[in-house]
């Protein structure tokens, strides 16, 4: 007997002592599963399995009969996948690593890249923004989809472009259904950081199907419907201390050390209502003939009512600020143009006061920011098809198309708080004294409150002591989609000693990409232009005062006002409106001809059209003979593009059209050996292509408001990525719904997609050019505000980094291996009662990557800290592969029995390079931060009351585990913190 295979599941390492005994119980039941094996051929009746049993069960079968190297995960009743999430279930696959937005997943690595594709039911899907990896998980709801099928080694039939591999999200087909399916679940989730902790999120799902035979063949009809609210949020303190005092210079220290240069409390809160459609109509006239039609539609409103408290200006202060107490950072090594360099060690400040300024440049300021990205995007799929089945023949068609539209209203806007205890000047800002801890791996950061010249709490929250600094708007749109038509034979050998059947078709696609910028950007620097907050009192909010949830911290930023974020989000005209009556009274009053805020017009530099037409051919040939089984084939892929942008010359915009083409031959097979009943090796071979990002091929470019973030320049000239992968595993079924393998993986990149950042120059005093054409480096950005790179009172207007995707030279190479382990003690109930409801599954994967050739470079402000700890170069890097961790693992312990359903899975993974740090979009130090080791436990239980309802319960990240960031190298400079919330789900299950 065989049984059918499906893993998800949650755990999370408690302690060592929980490791230990999991790791024995592996031992146990794995010589448990040999006496199962001797004794399976004595066995006369059928196991009957159900629930996670089943899925696991049927997935391994799947796995097990494939010819190609592929994971699947099945759901384990309808509605029912191991997570939520839809990145959390692909965790459970051995390779896949996910990134998390927070606390949520939200992006999938396979073999430690992102470059994948998504499909559903096999057709392409389109994401909202300029990326090709297809739509986005958090549009599509788990609870709709019935199986996931990831390709990791393709076939010459799999559509190209993809690296890491292919995912295949199914839905439910009607005709297989053996009887009326009627399923709902009505689910609450509960946020640990939600300011009303009884607060729950609503989830409904549905799904209703059927099937008829009549006169006219068989009719099968199926729908699912689901619905959510969630609720998330995330506090993410980030420290900067890249900047360098000499020794002796600060009377806090004889020695030189990092300085604080900049403090941002930032809290994230994403509120999402999403509704998915998926349906399917299936109509077979004979049993030769049949013909379907699938339709998904869903509609995802994000709302993002985040803050920030930034204390600016702090630079200013690094001769003078107070340190009590400094940590050594050790810089570790960098493996950089010139070989291997040793950054070496410096002291750091950990614990002072910077005290207010009361003339010159008025510092450090508190400036308060409320961001409402909002995000409304709708995605629809459909497909029509058939397939014809007679005989020796099999012949299937389809047309398909999928679209995204996306919009992103967004308001953000900037307070400046002005202190009524320290003296003001011309500019729109002064000084409030900031104390800071960042010691015990804590960023700790909020007012001097020791200080004499500290507001108070009622001071905080007056808003007469506040001035409107920045009113920025977007609403920009975009529009991806992809039309195709395929068209795919087989024809099957029955005489042949080898060849079972071979398989040829023909694919076309139009793919587009539209992105047109809607966007104002309104700022105030000096007092005379800029109206206290008593004028626009009726549009402020306090804002939230619960940055200590997370972690019981004595010291942050309770008390501040902002732009109320409810009204920015809901109506942003209203909001315009009230600021416009208050510019124009003050500036009446003052005499300031600055004038008021402009609605958003379209951005002549971020507007591009892309459009590309690919005609794909393959032929492949299946093979069986003796203990083997495969096939061999090749790809032909032929695309044109056009890419179509403005450029502005002198004030003059002119709309200018690139045209390009490429093709590829891509070879591609995969081999089975069946060495024994229950051993197989697989292996594979093939080459791919890997697409640029849309707005990578793009003419324009976008600015923004702040002079650190670098320019995204276009670069229309990038081809695609080649790639060629290897593939071996061995795999055995030891036992019925068990497995041992052991697989390696090999791929060598070239043309790989490599950032290239450069940086302006700075002068002795730190300021930047502030004119164009920025001959010493980078590229003049006209809206950007000057802050510290300028004397104070400077326009908006300074040189700003740039950013360029380009082909990096020569060969990368990622390569690792993958363990899997899965076991269940089902089989011996008769001798362990209740305890044969255990199982267990777990994965383990590591990988490296190595190869490139182009280099990160330091930044100015850490070039000087490096040349003083002994750099005769400027340090740089090897540009890394982002979000690669080259160990990571999960295990995942179950029990099912009795009507008792439970899972763990614990989820651990390694260090790795990452550009998601918070606030800004520019590398600090001038590299990718470093995301440290990170682990997660989930869990689930569900009780089935009857036949018909099943009460659960579901927890995500049950300990609160944060986020670590550092900056250079791993353990080096902490700069960045993500405190997440604990997630909590309660639901109840109907099925009839």
Known sequence: ?????????????????????????????????????????????????????????NALDQKRDSANLVEIIQAEDIGKLPDQNLAEVLENIPGVQITRTAGVGSGVQIRGTNANRTEINGVSTSGSGTGRSGIDFEDVSASIIAGIEVTKASEAKTIEGSVGGTINLKTIRPLDIDEPLVAARIQGENSSLAEDSNDLQPRISGTFGNNWD????????????????????????????????????????????LPAQFFVQDYDNYQRETTVFAGTLEWAPSEELSF???????????????????????STLKDTGIVTQFETVNFGSLDGENGRQNLGSIPAAVKGILPAQNDDRFDPNLRLSTDTNSRETENSIFSLGG?????????????????????????????????????VGDNNENGTPIQYDLTGGSLEFGIAEGEANAPTREQLLDPANYRLRDFNQTQDEAENGEDAFRIDATYFFEDLPVLTSVDAGYRFNKTTSFQNQIRSNYGLRSMADAPSGDMFASVLAAGPDNFDDADGRDLYFPDFLVLDPKQAISSPQAVQDVLNAAIAEHQANTGSD???????TSSTSGFFDIEEETDAFYLQANFEWGMFLGNVGVRYVDTDVESTGNTVTNDEVTRTTTKG???????????????????????????????????????????????????????????????????????????????????????????????????????????????PPCEAGGVFNPIADPNVFAPPGTPPGVCV???????????????????????????????????????????????????????????????????????TDTVTMEIPLLDLSEDAY????????????ARMRYTWREAYRSEDFGSTSSYPWGFPVVQEDRSQLNASISYEINDNFVVGVEAINITEEEVEQSCVNEGALLCYQGLTDRRITFGLSYRM
Do not use: C
């Open 1 to 57: 007997m065989r049984a059918k295979t499906h893993t998800h599941s949650k755990t999370r390492n408690l302690a060592a002592p929980f490791r230990l005994s999991l790791a024995a119980a592996l031992v146990s039941t794995f010589s448990m599963g040999l006496q199962a094996q001797e004794s399976e051929e004595q066995v006369l009746e059928e196991v009957v399995v159900t629930g996670i049993r089943a899925s696991l069960a």
């Open 292 to 314: 379907y039609f699938d339709a998904m539609y869903s509609e995802q409103d994000e709302e993002q009512l985040s803050s920030r408290v930034q204390t600016s200006g702090i």
């Open 387 to 423: 397939t014809w089945d007679k005989d020796k023949w099999r012949v299937s068609a389809e047309i398909s198309t999928s679209e995204n539209d996306t919009t992103t209203p967004n308001v953000l806007s900037t307070l400046n708080f002005i202190n009524p205890n320290t003296a």
């Open 594 to 600: 600055k004038g008021g805020i402009d609605s958003p």
């Open 661 to 771: 083409s490429y093709d590829f031959v891509l070879p591609r097979i995969n081999l089975v050996a069946n060495v024994t009943d229950d051993v197989l090796i697989r292996g594979g071979w093939g080459e791919d292509i890997r697409r640029p990002d849309f707005d990578d091929l793009s003419t324009s470019f976008t600015f923004d408001t702040s002079p650190n973030p670098a320019v995204e320049l276009g670069n229309p000239g990038l081809e695609p990525e080649e790639v060629e992968s290897f593939d071996i595993a061995a795999e055995w079924y030891f036992a019925p719904r068990a497995v041992v393998s052991i697989g390696y993986f090999h791929k060598d990149r070239t043309g790989l997609f490599t950032r290239q950042d450069t940086d302006p120059v700075e002068d002795e005093n730190g300021f930047r050019d502030t004119t």
């Open 801 to 871: 980094p740039t950013s360029q995707v380009i082909n990096g030279a020569g060969e990368t190479t990622q390569k690792g291996w993958e363990l899997v382990f899965q076991y269940d003690l089902g089989d011996f109930e008769d001798s362990l009662g209740w305890a044969s409801g255990f199982g267990v599954i777990a994965n383990y994967t590591t990988q490296e990557f190595d190869g490139s050739e182009e280099y990160f470079s330091a930044f100015s402000r850490p070039t000087t800290v490096f040349n003083a700890l002994g750099a």
């Open 214 to 257: 009549t006169d006219y063949g068989s009719f099968g009809a199926v729908a699912s419907i689901s619905w959510a609210e969630q609720d998330v949020r995330a506090f993410r303190p980030r420290a900067d201390r890249d900047n360098y005092v000499e020794a002796g210079v600060n009377p806090s220290s004889d020695e030189h050390f």
């Open 890 to 901: 999960n295990i995942t312990a179950y029990y099912e029995k009795y009507g008792l359903s």
